[in-house]
């Protein structure tokens, strides 16, 4: 019988030692879980931080498209009213010419009705 308690006993502590591993080992385990938990908030969080930054850079790139597009709206308008204005200047410069091309007719001839007016006084 005391061999039988004996057995019992080693057996007891055999089974204790298991539990105490296998305890440690689900202490492990939920240290570990634990620690993977807060490392996944902390991902999620520094996910949900990028999300939002590229966010406001998307925002901002479509403000500086529309911008740009306004922009070059303006400079297609201008090159435009530019080659307006060229075309105006280049025809009122074409009118002085005419313009001082009668002037020195009236002048010649000016001077050649004075030239005969003075010829017959």
């Known amino acids: ?28 385990v939920r240290a570990l879980m634990d620690r993977q938990a807060r490392e996944f908030t902390q991902m999620q969080h520094h996910v949900s931080a990028i999300t939002g930054k590229e966010d406001g850079v998307q925002r901002r790139m479509a403000e500086r498209e529309q911008e740009i597009k306004i922009l070059r709206a303006e400079l297609n308008a201008t090159k435009a009213a530019m080659e307006e204005t060229k075309q105006i200047a280049q025809a009122k410069n074409a009118e002085v010419q005419e313009l001082v091309e009668d002037i020195q007719t009236l002048t010649r001839e000016n001077k050649f009705v004075n030239s005969e007016f003075t010829k017959a006084t």
């Open 1 to 28: 019988m005391r061999r039988s308690i004996e057995q019992l006993d080693a057996a007891k502590d055999e089974l204790q030692g298991e539990l105490d591993a296998k305890t440690e080992e689900v202490a492990e």
